[in-house]
């Protein structure tokens, strides 16, 4: 079956303190995976697509990597602002279009 | 750019009835999805659309109707709702190259909060 696990389900950072979150998978055949911010109250908003493994994106802050097992989104030095739940979600070929999302992790920056 | 939005943003109903939540749309993306968002499950596929009059399952569909008769518009019916449909519903949009895949990314909607009684 299909799986995707995120950890830590929560994460408490101080400002400045950079950490990882962590996406990992067990898909017959990735196409594509998806990591998305979602505000309280909130739909998710997109972020990255990642492909193939050893791909890597960024944003600010923000930076995404992928192996053939997991995906890390690396949070640099972090801002009160980067506080929200980080949804992954994986697009896999013999599912069509369909999403298939991870339970979050919900990042927390204390000034 | 409206992009993409949902009416009502909360819906409070009572067991039985028939309850529709709307979808719109502007960038005539072909493919629109309905999700929904429960604390312990995360985000669930329930419905989704390829193009107008074309639908499909998703993982929940069970008590869920669609539509498509135009592009632009993607409304889900809850024909009788029941206390386990209370959540998040978001819609999503995804655009596609002519006869091809969609480009993959998804663009969500602000989400209606569904209370049931």
């Known amino acids: 079956e299909d799986q995707v696990t995120q950890s830590p389900e929560a994460l408490r950072l101080q400002e400045g303190e950079s950490s990882s979150l962590n996406c990992s998978y067990t898909?017959?055949?990735?196409?594509?995976l998806f990591w998305y911010r979602q505000d309280p109250g909130k739909g998710p908003e997109f972020l990255f697509t990642?492909?193939?493994a050893g791909e890597e994106k960024e944003k600010e802050r923000l930076k995404a990597t992928l192996t053939k097992k997991e995906s890390f989104l690396h949070i640099t030095a972090p801002k009160p602002e980067d506080s929200a739940t980080y949804l992954c979600?994986?697009?896999?070929?013999?599912?069509?279009?369909?999403?298939?999302f991870g339970g979050g992790t919900r990042v927390l920056v204390k000034p | 750019d409206a992009g993409i939005t949902q009416s009502p943003r909360y819906k409070i109903t009572e067991t039985g009835r028939q309850v529709t939540l709307m979808c719109h749309q502007t960038?005539?993306?072909?493919?629109m999805f309905w999700y929904r968002q429960d604390l312990g499950h995360g985000l669930r596929l329930i419905y989704y659309?390829?193009?107008?009059?074309?639908?499909d399952k998703g993982e929940v569909p069970d008590g869920y109707v669609v539509s498509r008769s135009k592009t632009e518009n993607f409304p889900l019916t809850l024909e009788s709702a029941t206390r386990s449909q209370t959540s998040v519903y978001f819609c999503?949009?995804?655009?596609?190259?002519?006869?091809?895949?969609?480009?993959?990314?998804?663009?969500f909607g602000p989400g209606t909060r569904l209370t049931v009684l």
């Open positions: 999503a949009s995804s655009e596609s190259l002519p006869l091809g895949p969609p480009t993959d990314t998804q663009y």
């Open positions: 898909v017959s055949g990735l196409r594509g």
């Open positions: 990642l492909y193939s």
């Open positions: 979600a994986v697009l896999i070929k013999a599912a069509g279009n369909k999403l298939t």
């Open positions: 960038w005539s993306h072909s493919y």
């Open positions: 659309s390829a193009a107008a009059d074309i639908t």
